[in-house]
């Protein structure tokens, strides 16, 4: 995956060898000497990654990502700080900002590139998913639950020191958690789903720590979860680089200061929960764009698609499906004389009675005052009792409305029976036909057009 990169270092030939060295694998690069021309050329471009300098002359690392951090239209931009500084406190400083790793000067040439490979492809699945999603800038609620961290090691005295350490450290729950366990559909009894899972490099099995990183990024229950590899001793780069393109958020290792690793883990762990965030955003817009915003009713752009899935089914099974069209008898009145407020109250109270009335039967507004039901597997008879039992739910009472004498309120309904082997909208036009002979009837009544 390639992107544009921007390059923050204030001596030249750093510059110019990252730049090459960028060329080789198809990135565009631009470039910036200090931490003001960072910011700038950042606004500008808005580039996919930036590798950052710690010591820039104007200003520290750690106060750039927070600038970028604090404006919102660099606020996503994923920061790798590159640095000599082997002072904790300086690695520290910049994962609390915010940076995606800090990665210590000389850089493997390897490690760097996988971990640019790993920051990109994860800021892509961010990107398409924020783009499905109106709250982009959406702002992290007020109380941040703790983090529920799986450390996944054979050996259970590691675990145990780990969790001792971790948690001088954090308010996180973290607990030992097994292979097995881990690959479990529905996770171990008596434990939370992990937000995080820390992956022994040694694990256990058939190819270690890489094969399990491997299996949970891909299997749908775990794939969305922060994966962290950890090593008993700075990791070697050809591992990390394959722990990176393998998924991995990060490598953590027993060699960095326990503060450190904290920090990482909540760096990952925040991540993963804005990337839920956005997701959950997409499935709630998704929701809402199948319902109708006034009665909370399916709508039609949902009905159609169930209705033809609800065909297909009585096709294999060979059962009955009846579509009926209902719709409010001299609703313009209502809206006439009594104002278009009263109108909607109706609406909403006609689709309350016909919920309670049918709760299994596929119900949506489908255009101003009509209404669709869809119901499968009942007889002619049954299917007739029940368009009689819908229309006496929504005329067996008045509507009241507040501060307004009651409103009167009849419906008529076209049923259409088949089989599911008719094109739905075909017995759509039979159900309108039907209603349509229920409305010149007089009203009030239930009409039948059977399968052609």
């Not at 991995?248 to 990337?275: F, H, I, N, T």
Request: glycine fraction near 8%; include cysteine; charged fraction near 25%.
């Amino acid at each position: 995956m390639t992107g544009v990169i921007l390059v923050v270092d204030d001596i030249a030939t750093n510059r110019v060898v990252l730049k090459a060295k960028l060329a080789q694998a198809f990135h565009q690069t631009v470039l910036a000497a200090d931490g003001a021309s960072c910011l700038a050329e950042a606004r500008r471009v808005v580039p996919h990654l930036i590798l950052l300098d710690y010591g820039l002359p104007d200003m520290t690392g750690g106060e750039v990502i927070a600038h970028l951090r604090a404006d919102p239209r660099t606020r996503h931009i994923p920061v790798i700080v590159i640095s000599a500084s082997p002072l904790p406190e300086d690695r520290l400083a910049v994962l609390a900002a915010g940076a995606e790793d800090f990665l210590q000067k000389p850089v493997d040439d390897l490690l760097l590139m996988a971990r640019i490979r790993n920051v990109l492809r994860l800021t892509e699945e961010w990107r398409e998913e924020a783009g499905r999603v109106a709250h982009l800038a959406e702002e992290a609620a007020d109380f941040t639950p703790p983090g529920r961290m799986a450390l996944v090691m054979p050996r259970a005295e590691r675990a145990l020191a780990l969790r001792r350490a971790l948690a001088a450290e954090s308010r996180d729950l973290v607990f030992p958690l097994t292979r097995e366990a881990a690959l479990a559909e529905n996770g171990p009894a008596g434990h939370p789903s992990a937000e995080v899972f820390v992956v022994d490099a040694e694990g256990g099995g058939a190819g270690g720590g890489l094969a399990l990183l491997s299996d949970l990024r891909s299997r749908s229950e775990t794939r969305h979860a922060g994966i962290c590899l950890w090593t008993e001793g700075a990791a070697r780069p050809e591992l990390a680089a394959a722990a990176f393109d393998l998924g991995a958020d990060d490598v953590l290792s027993a060699a960095m200061p326990v503060a450190e690793v904290a920090a990482r883990l909540q760096g990952v762990l925040a991540r993963r929960r804005a990337a839920a965030r956005l997701r959950e955003g997409l499935r709630d817009r998704a929701r809402l764009a199948d319902i109708d915003p006034l009665t909370t009713l399916w709508n039609r752009r949902y009905a159609l698609p169930r209705l033809h899935a609800m065909a297909a089914e009585a096709r294999r099974q060979g059962t009955a499906l009846g579509v009926m069209l209902l719709d409010l008898d001299r609703f313009k009145e209502v809206n006439d004389g009594w104002g278009h407020a009263a109108g909607d109250a109706v609406l909403r109270e006609v689709a309350r009675r016909l919920t309670c009335a049918a709760p299994d039967a596929l119900i949506a507004r489908w255009g101003g005052e009509e209404f669709l039901i869809a119901v499968a597997g009942l007889t002619a008879g049954t299917a007739r009792d029940l368009a009689e039992r819908l229309c006496h739910a929504v005329n067996a009472r008045l509507f009241p409305l507040e501060g307004l004498p009651p409103v009167p309120i009849t419906v008529s309904v076209g049923l259409a029976l088949g089989d599911g082997r008719e094109v739905p909208e075909d017995m759509i036009d039979r159900a309108d036909a039907a209603l349509m002979r229920s409305k010149s009837g007089g009203r009030n009544r239930v009409t039948v057009e059977r399968s052609a």
